[in-house]
């Protein structure tokens, strides 16, 4: 079982930075991807970035060159840095991983980490 627990969301000013990370946990599975989703009030959860195994980024149009994504991979962890913050940015942000476990390709979600950006 792959557990991801997500922190470093708040409350940012307009042309604020924050940093997100994603920490993946558990035992016997091997990481494909892992990224970022995001779902604002009364939308659908949308893709921000994604980060492959051999460091291969994809980014939404609307965050590139905003927003960085990185993996420290000998601590499972991953991480968005979040600049030029504007309110558009405003949603729950969730970390997932697709991983190889048991045979099988899995999607492993976190519980998600509210980013407020104010005007």
């Known amino acids: 079982q792959v557990q991801l627990v997500e922190s470093g969301g708040g409350l940012v000013q307009a042309g604020g930075s924050l940093r997100l990370s994603c920490a993946a946990s558990g035992s016997g599975f091997s990481i494909i991807t892992m990224g970022w989703y995001r779902q604002a009030p009364g939308k659908q959860r949308d893709l921000v970035a994604t980060?492959?195994?051999?460091?291969?980024?994809n980014y939404a149009d609307s965050v590139k060159g905003r927003f960085s994504i990185s993996r420290d991979n000998a601590k499972n962890t991953l991480y968005l840095q979040m600049n030029s913050l504007t309110p558009e940015d405003t949603a729950v942000y969730y970390c997932?991983?697709?991983?190889?476990?048991?045979?099988?390709?899995?999607?492993?979600w976190g519980q998600g980490t509210l980013v407020t950006v104010s005007s």
């Open positions: 980060i492959t195994s051999s460091d291969r980024t």
């Open positions: 997932n991983a697709r991983v190889f476990q048991l045979f099988k390709v899995l999607d492993a």
